[in-house]
Each structure stands twice: as structure tokens, then as C-alpha cells.
């Protein structure tokens, strides 16, 4: 999708990469429709990953350290197998060993991922609709310009739990997670009509 700038004081609109290019006709979407129904309904189901509670925060920081140690592993051992491919024969002996050490410390990390996601998946839901007011905090994040370190929080949440975003008309939004899974919004009727703008919203 490629996002289009809101005009004046409405919002953003994602449009396929199809339609752009006119070799289709699918649906364009408004951000305000991810942010209320997607979001929320992520929100809702995900809970663990955006509450802030100290105990969820520890774990994933965690998942943070993990990943970024993951990624540094990667590297290596990438260059390790390059050597390889490069090489006559000599020390590839020693790079065998060396890759199978960074093996067994990504084994290691990904044991600490998969602990560190279920408890957040298991994080008890509070007693009040927790996707609704993520909702509500991604809103105020994006309309005030001056909320820098919220929407760097809300960001790093949302790329901690999700791979990517699809849109799928006409009526289907397709987020995947980073764990292999998928949670799908269908939107109903009137879910997708044009937002009124924000500064007639509130009765201006």
C-alpha cells in the first residue's frame, strides 16, 4: 500500500499499489478505518503487548534485546558462510564451529522469544476495553504533531508484534505477526465510509 499525506485536517488514505499503477479498481482505505476498527481489534487481542504495566514492559524489553541480537547473529554468521563459499579449504574447520556456536545461541534466543510472547499472551485483560483506548492513544498520537515519543511508542509496539499490514478488499485487513500468526479485521457496513474531518468532528 502507499499512503497518501492528509488533506488539511482530515486523514491519511492508503492506496494500493494497482490501483496506482490502473490495473485495478480496489478500494482505498482511510487511516482513521485502521486505526478505529484494525488497531482496535488488535488492541483487544494483543493486549499484553501495549499495556503498561512493569512486568509486560521487562518482558518486552526482552523480546527487544532478543531480536536485536537475533539480527547481529544473522550477520555473522552470513559473513561466515561467505568466507566459505570464498575459501580453499583453509579454516573452514574453524568457521564450522564458530556457526555452530552462533546456532546454538539463536536457539537460545528464540527459546527466550517464544517465553517472553506467551506471557504477554497470557497478561490478564484490565476490566475496561483496552483496544478501544489503544485505539484512542493512536489517534491522539497522530493528531498532535507535537507527540514525537508517543508515536515512537505506539511504532515500536506495533513493529515488535507485526511483520506487515494488508489490505484486502473489500472489506479484509490482514496484520501478521512476527510469531507466524495472523489476525484478520472484517470490516462491516459503514466501517469504511469516509471519516469527517477532525476539525469538523468536534463541531466546528
Not at 504495566?53 to 559473513?79: C, F, M, N, S, W
Not at 506471557?119 to 498532535?144: H, I, M, N, Q, W
Amino acid at each position: 500500500m502507499q499512503r497518501k499525506a492528509p488533506w488539511k485536517r482530515g486523514y491519511a488514505r492508503y492506496y494500493c499499489l494497482g490501483q496506482i499503477a490502473g490495473k485495478s479498481d480496489c478500494r482505498s482505505i482511510s487511516e482513521a478505518a485502521i486505526i478505529d476498527h484494525g488497531f482496535s481489534f488488535l488492541g483487544t487481542l494483543e493486549h499484553g503487548q501495549f499495556q503498561e504495566t512493569e512486568a509486560l514492559r521487562l518482558a518486552r524489553a526482552a523480546i527487544d534485546e532478543a531480536v536485536a541480537k537475533l539480527a547481529e547473529l544473522d550477520e555473522r554468521a552470513a559473513r561466515y558462510m561467505d568466507a566459505i563459499e570464498e575459501g580453499s579449504g583453509q579454516g573452514i574447520k574453524l568457521i564450522t564451529e564458530r556457526l555452530r556456536r552462533i546456532e546454538a545461541e539463536q536457539d537460545a534466543l528464540q527459546a527466550v522469544l517464544t517465553q517472553r510472547r506467551a506471557e504477554l499472551a497470557a497478561a490478564p485483560k484490565t476490566g475496561v476495553d483496552f483496544g478501544a483506548l489503544f485505539a484512542y492513544d493512536v489517534r491522539a498520537a497522530v493528531a498532535d504533531k507535537e507527540a514525537v515519543k508517543e508515536r515512537h511508542r505506539i511504532a515500536t509496539a506495533l513493529n515488535r508484534l507485526l511483520i506487515k499490514i494488508v489490505w484486502e478488499p473489500p472489506s479484509f485487513l490482514m496484520m501478521y505477526t512476527r510469531d507466524g500468526g495472523m489476525v484478520a479485521h472484517i470490516f462491516q457496513k459503514g466501517q469504511l465510509d469516509r471519516a469527517p474531518r477532525r476539525d469538523r468532528s468536534a463541531g466546528r
